[in-house]
């Protein structure tokens, strides 16, 4: 089970989302990276696109998917809502 299914179970209606994003990328895309690579301190495996992010949210059953904000820093993060 990928993670946003096991989050669009859980969920009782919505769900705030926090994620790396890829910046720059307007395609879907992820990309993988083995162990943390991506950030010493945290065990990330994919960085996915903002377009990524919200299709993945919607296939798994979420009728909305709304980014909320993105932030730079050491990692480039970004919230979406979802909703059932």
Do not use: Q
């Amino acid at each position: 089970m990928l993670v946003p299914e096991y989050l669009f179970r859980l969920t009782r209606g919505r769900a705030v989302v926090e994620t790396h994003y890829l910046r720059g990328e307007s395609d879907p895309i992820l990309r993988f990276y083995p162990g943390s690579t991506l950030n010493s301190h945290l065990p990330t495996s994919g960085g996915p696109s903002l377009s990524c992010v919200e299709l993945m949210l919607l296939d798994v059953g979420f009728r909305k998917a709304r980014l909320v904000r993105t932030y730079g820093g050491d990692d480039d993060r970004a919230i979406f809502v979802a909703e059932e």
